[in-house]
């Protein structure tokens, strides 16, 4: 019986044709996660792959229905008194429309199942993974990540190839720091705020790509839907759970599970299903397996995001007095992170990708080691561990200051959709 059920996994007539595309092709993309899958068979049944597929054709109503507010009244109006609101709360704002009011109600009754303390751990485990941490996100999620055509549709969409690899790197790594901040996410914290800013901007980009022609809904389900928002969290916990271990940081399994805390709120305050987030991470991995093979296979969007944050070493100002450095050290960042794409995808996704297949993993195998005796280490000395978290999150700070360059960004303004 469970045979027949794998063996019918694929496309279903009433649902979006990228659903299960390439059944064959998404299962070696999530090889190195099914060995991972210990105690369960990460296989959907015929009703749970029916459930990934309808993930696919919900967004996420408090934020739609904030956004069509907005845009019916002018963003010019309505934005000022979304900022207010998110800045002083709800409360502040005299008068508050209905769907203001139904929107920041929703974010602020925070979830029963939410503990403050798991938050902080969370946060110092993220902490303590320094340069190692980001490097996960960047090569083995974001890159990795790039394969799932479909998603990449909206960016494309939306002009994030013309808005360029460096900018879209730096703004996600300053959101990822200001999430990841011991305090970070209480209510008037940046971490809160930036999320709750990116779920506005993901329904304004979500109605606005919706409405073009270039749009094909029965193929592509709803833009920036509730699975892609799902794999998009799933990469920011499992994947970078996964990419410690393999990049030799250490993680006790009461770090990890703060970890997938963290990124449950944080995807819950995204505006993510909570039967979309996972309590652990072995059912996160089930999650995001099940979640990948619905993706569908590379494509000619793959190969043009993947070169751009290829080369995005290159645009990079590292700070050296001689120009002839800045060009050195930018062509040996690109270098090292393609060694770490190579040790987390292989040479058939660096393939899709358009990334050269002759790359060595060169950097992890020398880094490794090395990382993993200094972790181990500095547990073993007194305030050895706050070392690590204080010395993790100065490096993390210092990589932002870089990829911005001449300094901090504006992110307190909402971004406007492109396309």
Avoid at 95 to 116: K, N, V
Avoid at 130 to 151: E, K, P, W
Avoid at 189 to 198: E, H, L, Q, Y
Avoid at 341 to 347: M, S
Wanted: proline fraction near 6%; hydrophobic fraction near 40%.
């Amino acid at each position: 019986m469970q045979r027949s059920v794998k063996q019918s996994l694929g496309p279903l007539a009433d649902l979006p044709g990228r659903h299960g595309a390439d059944v064959p092709s998404a299962r070696r993309t999530a090889r190195t996660l099914r060995w991972l899958i210990r105690g369960h068979d990460p296989d959907p049944s015929a009703d749970q792959w029916r459930a990934v597929g309808a993930s696919l054709t919900r967004g996420d109503p408090p934020a739609d229905r904030l956004a069509t507010w907005m845009r019916t009244h002018g963003l010019a109006t309505t934005q000022p008194l979304f900022e207010q609101a998110l800045n002083l709360g709800i409360g502040d704002v005299p008068d508050a429309p209905a769907e203001l009011r139904e929107f920041f109600h929703a974010i602020e009754a925070t979830p029963d199942w939410l503990q403050p303390k798991r938050l902080v751990a969370g946060a110092k485990a993220c902490h303590f993974s320094g340069l190692t941490g980001l490097q996960v996100l960047r090569d083995a999620a974001l890159m990795g990540g790039y394969q799932a055509s479909a998603i990449n549709r909206t960016l494309v969409l939306t002009g994030a190839l013309a808005k360029g690899a460096q900018r879209r790197v730096a703004e996600t790594t300053k959101w990822w720091i200001d999430c990841t901040t011991c305090g970070g996410l209480s209510r008037f914290a940046p971490g809160f705020k930036s999320t709750v800013r990116v779920r506005l901007m993901h329904a304004l980009v979500r109605q606005r790509v919706r409405a073009l022609p270039e749009w094909d809904e029965a193929y592509f389900g709803m833009p920036v839907n509730q699975g892609d928002m799902q794999a998009t969290y799933l990469g920011f916990s499992v994947i970078f759970l996964f990419g410690q271990r393999a990049m030799g940081v250490p993680l006790s399994r009461c770090e990890a599970e703060s970890v997938m805390h963290l990124w449950r709120y944080i995807g819950w305050l995204m505006g993510v299903e909570d039967e979309l987030l996972f309590e652990t991470e072995m059912e996160g991995r089930v999650g995001l397996y099940r979640n990948l093979l619905s993706q569908a296979p590379a494509d000619d969007s793959s190969i043009a995001l993947g070169r751009a944050l290829m080369d995005e070493p290159l645009s990079r100002h590292y700070g050296n007095a001689l120009p002839l450095l800045d060009r050195l050290q930018g062509r040996y960042e690109r270098a090292k992170h393609l060694s770490i794409c190579r040790f987390f995808l292989g040479g058939r996704s660096m393939s899709a990708l358009g990334l050269p297949g002759c790359v060595l993993p060169w950097f992890p195998l020398m880094a490794v080691p090395v990382t993993a005796l200094r972790h181990r280490l500095m547990r073993l000395l007194p305030g050895g561990h706050q070392a690590l978290v204080r010395q993790g999150r100065a490096a993390q700070e210092n990589y932002l200051a870089i990829l911005f360059g001449s300094g901090e960004p504006d992110i307190a303004r909402l971004p406007q959709p492109h396309g």
